[in-house]
């Protein structure tokens, strides 16, 4: 009983873990494909949008997962890397969502009694549009 508690436990968090190592792409239109561009090419907006008009392409996002404090900057990278895959100029940063989540685990102490635990589970989610200058 014991080892299949910590083997589910042990699934769950390299699951959760390994949704994290990527960002990924949700177009608005279905089916968009766009040809890539180089990275130097695609520009990262926080404090502001734009001056320039442009088509919304669709929303990059990258989920720090496990909980483990992540450099922005790398982050940001992350972002821009997975719009220049998908032809976008720039990049609007838009806020991030933190989550904490906590999962039980159960042992059984040195006298047979069963014993329950919280892992606990932080993760955010970096979000960005990916935009096209028109």
């Given at each position: ?24 792409f949700y177009p608005m239109n279905p089916g968009y494909v766009g040809e890539p561009v180089p990275v130097d090419d695609v520009q990262i907006f926080i404090t502001q949008k734009p001056s320039y008009k442009y088509k919304e392409l669709g929303m990059v ?74």
């Amino acid at each position: 009983m014991k080892n299949f508690f910590n083997s589910l436990v042990l699934c769950a968090v390299l699951f959760v873990c390994g949704c994290a190592s990527e960002a990924q792409f949700y177009p608005m239109n279905p089916g968009y494909v766009g040809e890539p561009v180089p990275v130097d090419d695609v520009q990262i907006f926080i404090t502001q949008k734009p001056s320039y008009k442009y088509k919304e392409l669709g929303m990059v996002t990258y989920n720090t997962g496990g909980g483990y404090p992540q450099n922005e900057i790398d982050i940001y990278q992350k972002l821009k890397e997975k719009a220049a895959q998908i032809g976008a100029s720039g990049v609007i940063i838009m806020n991030s969502q933190s989550a904490v989540q906590s999962f039980p685990t159960y042992s059984f102490d040195m006298y047979g009694n069963l014993v329950e635990n919280s892992n606990i589970y932080s993760n955010t989610l970096y979000r960005g549009m990916a935009i096209k200058r028109l």
